[in-house]
């Protein structure tokens, strides 16, 4: 098994923003291959956040917050101009749909098959076809016609999703990873700057996984043993990336 990263929002943007990229690469899975009705969780899951919320401003001025950063370090000593420029092409590009699209989502609500099958959702085992008729008539259809229909819907978020996987990976990008070692199985740290993402990449034979709390400057990592669901006594090596 290959190391794994546990990653910690240490804001609710950022926890909002991992949600949403959470939920975009589910909708790609679903574009890639057929998964049935379940390819309608993480379609209505987007419907749903972003009904309560718009998160075009906030979105907006963090791109204008990178591309400002982008732009001075775009002719520092060791930086990789072409793949600088690169990011501030998307940037401009992605900031530009944004404002143009209207509200993610909002057409979707028009549409009369999908406004029952979300009515429905939400109860369990509701998915039967004397509940919902019309989803296993949908899902008679071709796989083509099908992943096409499906394919529609979702890019009513792209003009969202897409800046927000920018904005993340810009954020992982920036920071590297430092060792780290967990006394008794419980590390802490501070910063001066405000952090939005602590990263812990740890081999999973250690038997472990973290469990993240903290802020913008203070954070504390505990060390769980999987078997035993409970908290580590021993030494954990373990890779840490906090991030700004």
Same mark, same amino acid.
Do not use: H, N, W
């Given at each position: 098994m290959n190391e794994l990263i546990y990653e910690q929002p240490l804001n609710e943007k950022t926890r909002s923003y991992l949600r949403l990229e959470y939920l975009a690469n589910q909708v790609r899975s679903n574009l890639d291959q057929d998964h049935q009705h379940r390819c309608f969780y993480p &379609?209505?899951? *987007? $419907?749903e956040l972003t009904e309560r919320c718009d998160y075009r401003s906030e979105i907006i001025k963090d791109i204008d917050k990178q591309l400002i950063n982008l732009k001075k370090w775009q002719h520092l000593p060791h930086i990789d101009e072409q793949q600088v420029e690169g990011y501030i092409d998307q940037m401009q590009e992605a900031r530009i749909k944004l404002i143009r699209c209207e509200r993610p989502g909002q057409k979707l609500k028009q549409d009369r098959f999908l406004s029952a099958l979300r009515q429905r959702f939400g109860m369990p085992g509701a998915c039967c076809n004397f509940d919902l008729p019309q989803l296993h008539y949908w899902l008679a259809k071709p796989w083509e016609v099908r992943q096409q229909e499906y394919k529609n819907w979702t890019e009513h978020f792209? $003009? &969202? *999703?897409?800046? =927000?996987k920018l904005l993340l990976e810009l954020t992982r990008k920036t920071t590297v990873y430092n060792p780290a070692t967990a006394t008794a199985g419980f590390y802490q740290g501070s910063s001066t700057q405000a952090l939005? &993402?602590?990263?812990?990449? =740890?081999?999973?034979a250690?038997?472990?996984?973290?469990t993240i709390s903290g802020n913008r400057n203070?954070?504390? =990592?505990h060390f769980v043993l999987f078997d035993q669901q409970k908290h580590s006594d021993r030494s954990i090596d373990f890779m840490l990336a906090t991030c700004t």
């Open positions: &379609l209505f899951s *987007l $419907c792209e $003009c &969202l *999703l897409t800046p =927000i939005s &993402l602590i990263r812990v990449k =740890i081999d999973p250690q038997g472990c996984y973290p203070r954070y504390a =990592i």
